[in-house]
Nanobody, 120 residues
């Protein structure tokens, strides 16, 4: 059984910072891409940032220059450092991982989500 467990969400004032973490556990053969998505009330879930196993990253235009995604492959953990937060960053943030449980079986997993609230 694979689990993605997120932590680090909370309430912060505009201009502040938060760091999200997501640890993968269970029977994992390898992890390819990991990423963070978010969903605000009444809106669709959107990609915030992604990172490959080799360290290549991509970001939504709305967070470029403010958010940084990183990962520790040994710890099977992905991080999202969020700086200069804005009220429009308020959302539930979800961790996502594309991983293999066997050499030939790949699947996409989601975490349970962590709330980030930015007050103005």
């Amino acid at each position: 059984q694979v689990q993605l467990v997120e932590s680090g969400g909370g309430l912060v004032q505009a201009g502040g910072s938060l760091r999200l973490s997501c640890a993968a556990s269970g029977s994992i053969f390898s992890i390819n891409t990991m990423g963070w998505y978010r969903q605000a009330p009444g809106k669709q879930r959107e990609l915030v940032a992604g990172i490959t196993s080799g360290g290549s990253t991509n970001y939504a235009d709305s967070v470029k220059g403010r958010f940084t995604i990183s990962r520790d492959n040994a710890k099977r953990t992905v991080y999202l450092q969020m700086n200069t937060l804005k009220p429009e960053d308020t959302a539930v943030y979800y961790c996502n991982a594309d991983l293999k449980t066997t050499p030939s079986w790949s699947y996409n997993y989601w975490g349970q989500g962590t709330q980030v609230t930015v007050s103005s």
